[in-house]
């Protein structure tokens, strides 16, 4: 029997992001799970190799309005207090951060940022991104690091952008996952966004993207091969 990933949605679009596709690859068995929908989180006696948490329309700070993210927050800290492996993007990233003590919140000058960003590694997190990059970006709050946690990388606007709690959980800003198709059908669904305080405009966007995309992606997948769930 394959092993098994779970993926956790917060939408109803993805599943043929770049994480799942790489996975599927690798011979991983994809078990998708939408806590807004009224999925049932697994128990964490339950044999998954890792868990992936992506992004959505909602926020931290509705938990206390919405049960399923309650309930989701429980799940990520004692999913992460095993030290088991797991990769939060943006949302998913802000979970982490929220479920192991951390605040969640807005810019404080209301600055988005939509489009691709570049990031910085820090000291700790040179091993993880070797230099610089552009990566794409969706949000308009941010996560601070909570306590134990490594800060991996720093950007302008928004300083926190990716950190690890414990050996092999990721709690990432940005989205690496979205393919062109993906980030196309954002810019359709969501294209009032694009006049927000920090936002780039859509052709901004798809110039960056010739740039920018695939150094993105060959970072996203050694990221799961070296770090998250390595080979060999």
């Not at 919405?66 to 998913?92: I, K, N, S, T």
Request: glycine content about 10%; overall charge negative; proline content about 7%.
């Amino acid at each position: 029997m394959p092993e098994k990933v779970l993926l956790i949605q917060h939408m109803d679009d993805g599943r043929q992001d770049r994480v799942a596709s790489h996975l599927s690859r690798r011979g991983f068995a994809l078990q998708w799970c939408n806590p807004s929908r009224g999925d049932a989180l697994p128990g964490h006696d339950e044999d998954h190799a890792a868990v992936v948490v992506y992004g959505g329309i909602q926020s931290v700070n509705d938990a206390e309005h919405h049960a399923y993210m309650r309930a989701e927050l429980d799940w990520v800290q004692r999913w992460v207090a095993d030290d088991r492996p797991y990769l939060g993007l943006c949302l998913g990233g802000q979970l982490l951060a929220r479920a192991l003590g951390a605040e969640v919140g807005p810019h404080p000058g209301g600055l988005h940022e939509i489009g691709f960003v570049p990031i910085a590694p820090t000291e700790a997190g040179e091993s993880i991104l070797p230099g610089p990059l552009h990566v794409y970006q969706w949000h308009h709050e941010g996560f601070d690091i909570p306590d134990g946690g490594e800060l991996l990388a720093t950007g302008e606007v928004y300083s926190n952008q990716a950190f690890r709690a414990g050996r092999r959980a990721f709690g990432l800003q940005f989205h690496p996952e979205a393919t062109p198709q993906m980030r196309d059908e954002w810019l359709d669904a969501s294209a009032h966004m694009l006049s927000e305080p920090g936002a780039h405009g859509r052709e901004r966007q798809q110039a960056d993207a010739r740039r920018f995309d695939q150094p993105m992606a060959d970072w996203l997948l050694n990221l799961i091969d070296a770090h998250l769930l390595p080979t060999g």
